[in-house]
């Protein structure tokens, strides 16, 4: 970090950013009158694009020279060492059919690596809020994931089996074979459960980067594992496949089974 900027003032930031989504989601939430769907197939509401809008007035408005990667408009600032990472409503499709598992991710990369991250619940008021390495909390009280070693003992998700490429099915499939119980649906909900010790594993594909920036932070400040396939550290060019696990010792037995 740079000297006249700190972790804890960007963390604070951060949350006042979900503090404002949160304003502005619980307004169309199941008050939502249509939607478009995308180029790839993915949908788009109202309050995506108006979420995305507000938030970026504010990081303008407070640090201007930093950058802006989003879902919905196109990235400013792409020089700079930090890049505010934001997916306003992840897991559209929940937030449209009113269910209230979707989140806003507001993550931070600096010099391309994830350092803070925020998954927010607006409506049911769960908020993970994490900086890499150093902490976790879920509404104020800090969280761990649990030590789970082994994939027999292992409750492990992901999103939707078609979601995943023919690969990551086949990766999943190998675990969920071995794993205790295997649950589907959640998007970026899971990671907060992870963080939070109920989830012990979750794989991706396909991901993009405002999907998976302020996840690195969350799972990694609660104690936990998440890298591509290869076992690499996410970073702001990462490919988009992920492991999540609650430790080292089951990540590497997942990296071994896949």
């Not at 649950?183 to 998976?212: C, M, P, Q, R, W």
């Not at 104690?223 to 970073?235: M, P, Q, S, W």
């Not at 490919?239 to 609650?246: E, P, R, Y």
Request: aromatic content about 10%.
């Amino acid at each position: 970090m740079t000297p006249d900027i700190t972790m804890n003032e960007l963390f604070s930031f951060a949350n006042k950013l979900a503090d404002a989504s949160a304003n502005v989601i619980r307004k169309y939430y199941r008050n939502v009158n249509g939607f478009e769907t995308k180029g790839d197939a993915s949908p788009v509401t109202i309050a995506d694009k108006e979420v995305e809008k507000y938030l970026r007035k504010l990081i303008a408005k407070h640090y201007p020279d930093h950058g802006i990667i989003g879902e919905e408009f196109e990235s400013v600032n792409t020089e700079s060492d930090y890049q505010w990472v934001l997916d306003p409503v992840d897991g559209t499709m929940s937030f449209i059919v009113g269910r209230p598992l979707f989140t806003t991710l507001i993550g931070l990369c600096y010099k391309n690596k994830p350092v803070l991250g925020v998954i927010d619940q607006p409506i049911i008021r769960d908020r993970w809020a994490g900086i890499i390495k150093e902490f976790t909390s879920l509404n104020g009280n800090m969280v761990q994931t649990t030590k789970i070693r082994k994939p027999q003992h292992a409750i492990i998700a992901t999103t939707a089996p078609e979601y995943l490429t023919s690969k990551g099915k086949k990766y999943f499939n190998q675990l969920a074979k071995q794993a205790k119980y295997t649950i589907y649906g959640g998007d970026a909900y899971n990671y907060g459960l992870l963080a939070s010790g109920y989830i012990h594993a979750v794989i991706e594909t396909g991901l993009k980067l405002h999907d998976f920036c302020a996840l690195a932070a969350v799972v990694r400040g609660a104690g936990g594992v998440i890298t591509d396939f290869e076992g690499k550290e996410l970073t702001q060019f990462s490919d988009g496949n992920v492991i999540a696990a609650c430790s080292k010792t089951l990540h590497k037995a997942i990296l071994e089974l896949v």
